[in-house]
Nanobody, 114 residues
Framework: QVQLVESGGGLVQAGGSLRLSCAAS????????MGWYRQAPGKQRELVAS???????NYADSVKGRFTISRDNAKSTVYLQMTSLKPEDTAVYYC????????WGQGTQVTVSS
């Protein structure tokens, strides 16, 4: 099992930045893919970014060039650096680990004001 705890969400003005963190309860060295998803009110959950154990990254078109995902295996933590935030980035952001099955964190709210 893997427990994931997100932190770093909050309220920020458009154009601002936030860094989300996801701390795992076990080593993520053997977890191939870690990712960040988001869900806005009335919308489906969508993939924002993912990173493999080989540091291969994948981003949603809407965040390319603005968001950066990274992982620190030694700290069992995955990060999402978000810059040039837009009101449409407002959502609950979830960390996920693909380890035999999908594990999810409880989510952290990100609100971007215009």
């Amino acid at each position: 099992q893997v427990q994931l705890v997100e932190s770093g969400g909050g309220l920020v003005q458009a154009g601002g930045s936030l860094r989300l963190s996801c701390a795992a309860s076990r080593s993520i060295f053997s977890i191939n893919t870690m990712g960040w998803y988001r869900q806005a009110p009335g919308k489906q959950r969508e993939l924002v970014a993912s990173i493999t154990s080989g540091r291969r990254t994948n981003y949603a078109d809407s965040v390319k060039g603005r968001f950066t995902i990274s992982r620190d295996n030694a700290k069992s933590t995955v990060y999402l650096q978000m810059t040039s935030l837009k009101p449409e980035d407002t959502a609950v952001y979830y960390c996920a680990a693909d380890y035999k099955t999908m594990y999810w964190g409880q989510g952290t709210q990100v609100t971007v004001s215009s």
